[in-house]
Antibody
Framework: QVQLHESGPRLVKPSGTLSLTCTVS??????????WSWIRQTPGKGLEWIGH???????NNNPSLKSRVAISVDTSKNQFSLELSSVTAADTALYFC?????????WGQGTLVTVSS | DIQMTQSPSTLYASVGDRVTITCRAS??????VAWYQQKPGKAPKLLIS???SLESGVPSRFSGSGSGTEFTLTISSLQPDDFAAYYC?????????FGQGTKLEIK
């Protein structure tokens, strides 16, 4: 059974960079069947797809976040990561990592990241 | 971006009721729709993919239908465990997008 777990700082200063890592167990980030995604959730905007990466490192990101998003994969650690730069209070959200073939089979438990000085 | 419009936003129902949630896409997305259930403090759980394919382990009282721009999630006989929030998601085109959610509450 594939399990995902997010880790990273819960508090980020405005204009800083939000960095989260998702560790995959029970499966491999090199699986050709899955994309590895980041999603965030806020009371105001609901669920927002941030982007995903595949086994070869190919990414697709949400244009609403412009060029602030970088998603990478570390096959040696079976992890994938999110970096979101130039954060503001609007980036305060519950961040989930997830995996699946477009639809999202597997989800982490989510981590609340607050942007505040 | 493809907009996914869910209705209703809140649905009041009783145990045993049959309920239907609708999701309309702003353009045709074939059958590339998934449905999720989310309980407070938890991650969403995949119920249905490709509009009507029930995930393993999901009770058969859940069903999905539709294609093109209109999709429905039906729960045939509500159980106490079903009171939660439900979301649709399209994965036809980037960026993937979600509906705003339907909160299913006890009447």
């Amino acid at each position: 059974q594939v399990q995902l777990h997010e880790s990273g700082p819960r508090l980020v200063k405005p204009s800083g960079t939000l960095s989260l890592t998702c560790t995959v167990s029970g499966g491999s980030v090199t699986s050709r069947a899955n994309y590895w995604s980041w999603i965030r959730q806020t009371p105001g905007k609901g669920l927002e797809w941030i982007g995903h990466i595949n086994y070869s490192g190919r990414t697709n990101n949400n244009p609403s976040l412009k060029s602030r998003v970088a998603i990478s994969v570390d096959t040696s650690k079976n992890q994938f990561s999110l970096e979101l730069s130039s954060v503001t209070a609007a980036d305060t959200a519950l961040y989930f990592c997830a995996g699946g073939a477009g639809f999202l089979d597997y989800w982490g438990q989510g981590t609340l990241v607050t942007v505040s000085s | 971006d493809i907009q996914m419009t869910q209705s209703p936003s809140t649905l009041y129902a009783s145990v045993g009721d049959r309920v239907t949630i609708t999701c309309r896409a702003s353009q045709s997305i074939s059958s590339w729709v998934a449905w999720y259930q989310q309980k407070p403090g938890k991650a969403p759980k995949l119920l249905i993919s490709k509009a009507s394919s029930l995930e393993s382990g999901v009770p058969s009282r859940f069903s999905g239908s539709g294609s093109g721009t209109e999709f429905t999630l039906t729960i045939s006989s509500l159980q106490p465990d079903d009171f939660a929030a439900y979301y649709c998601q399209q994965y036809d085109s980037y960026p993937y997008t979600f509906g705003q959610g339907t909160k299913l509450e006890i009447k």
